[in-house]
């Protein structure tokens, strides 16, 4: 890039990241450039981010679903087997398809608007992942076992669809033991995070199951303010 030359999605992407430490591949910087241009060309015509410009693109939608990585990273150390990826509410990919631009296995996407779910297949196949990425028009009560890959190790993800507790009860009544799920929200004055609450807090709620802490990242959006994502681990299914 030449000097006072505006920066690519790429280069702009590679800064952020480094900025917040995430290690990314190049090719996953490639996929997710792809993805900022095609959310502000094709998906300017549906809605799909409201009035975002590439840089709060990048911070509140890209970097900030990218804050999972780390706390992925950091489990992935003791586990055996990849995990897939389920996101519920998936929208224009936010956290879903940025996560699998970056992580090598399989994700369901959930999505159960029409123009929204269409977007996620053009995406997914323009960003060259298209032949691991599945989009189910559907909400999540509407998918079968087979369709969220049931018996297979899972990480449940969404972001700015359920507030943090229903987020976990919905998924503690499609969760096994093992499964994991992650959870954003904002960490300002007033908004404290599950885990600061006590991860356990519904232990004896058959309805919630039990979550087990796995790990948790603090972080600043600009113009947002600070927020925090929490990795938790299923280790009782709900009764049912």
């Given at each position: 890039?030449?000097?006072?030359?505006?920066?690519?999605?790429?280069?702009a992407?590679a800064?952020?990241?480094?900025?917040e430490?995430?290690?990314?591949?190049?090719?996953a910087l490639?996929r997710?450039?792809?993805?900022?241009?095609?959310?502000?060309?094709?998906g300017?015509?549906t809605?799909l981010?409201?009035?975002?410009?590439?840089?709060?693109?990048?911070e509140?939608l890209v970097?900030?679903?990218l804050?999972?990585l780390?706390?992925?990273?950091e489990?992935?150390?003791a586990?055996?087997?990849?995990?897939?990826?389920?996101?519920?509410?998936?929208g224009a990919g936010?956290?879903?398809?940025?996560?699998?631009?970056?992580?090598?296995?399989?994700?369901?996407?959930?999505e159960p608007?029409?123009?929204?779910?269409?977007?996620?297949r053009?995406?997914?196949?323009?960003?060259g992942i298209?032949?691991?990425?599945?989009v189910?028009?559907?909400?999540?009560e509407?998918?079968s076992?087979?369709q969220?890959?049931?018996g297979?190790a899972?990480?449940?993800?969404?972001?700015?669809?359920?507030?943090?507790d229903e987020?976990r009860?919905r998924v503690?009544e499609?969760a096994?033991?093992?499964d994991t799920?992650?959870?954003w929200?904002?960490?300002?004055?007033?908004s404290?995070?599950a885990?600061?609450?006590g991860?356990d807090d519904?232990?004896?709620d058959?309805?919630?199951?039990?979550?087990?802490?796995v790990g948790?990242?603090?972080?600043e959006v600009p113009?947002i303010?600070p927020?925090?994502?929490t990795?938790l681990r299923c280790?009782?299914?709900?009764?049912?």
């Amino acid at each position: 890039m030449t000097a006072g030359a505006p920066q690519t999605p790429h280069e702009a992407l590679a800064a952020l990241a480094r900025r917040e430490d995430l290690r990314l591949s190049d090719e996953a910087l490639g996929r997710l450039a792809t993805w900022s241009e095609l959310v502000r060309t094709v998906g300017a015509r549906t809605n799909l981010v409201g009035t975002l410009d590439e840089q709060r693109v990048h911070e509140e939608l890209v970097i900030d679903s990218l804050q999972l990585l780390p706390l992925l990273a950091e489990a992935g150390a003791a586990a055996d087997e990849p995990r897939h990826l389920v996101d519920v509410g998936s929208g224009a990919g936010v956290p879903g398809l940025l996560l699998a631009a970056c992580l090598p296995g399989a994700a369901t996407l959930i999505e159960p608007r029409m123009k929204r779910a269409l977007f996620l297949r053009h995406a997914a196949r323009q960003m060259g992942i298209g032949d691991r990425i599945a989009v189910h028009e559907a909400r999540l009560e509407q998918c079968s076992d087979a369709q969220l890959h049931a018996g297979e190790a899972r990480l449940f993800v969404s972001r700015a669809v359920f507030a943090p507790d229903e987020w976990r009860r919905r998924v503690a009544e499609r969760a096994a033991p093992q499964d994991t799920i992650a959870v954003w929200r904002n960490a300002g004055p007033g908004s404290a995070s599950a885990t600061d609450r006590g991860a356990d807090d519904d232990t004896d709620d058959p309805a919630v199951g039990t979550w087990t802490l796995v790990g948790q990242r603090r972080y600043e959006v600009p113009g947002i303010g600070p927020r925090v994502v929490t990795l938790l681990r299923c280790e009782r299914p709900p009764e049912r």
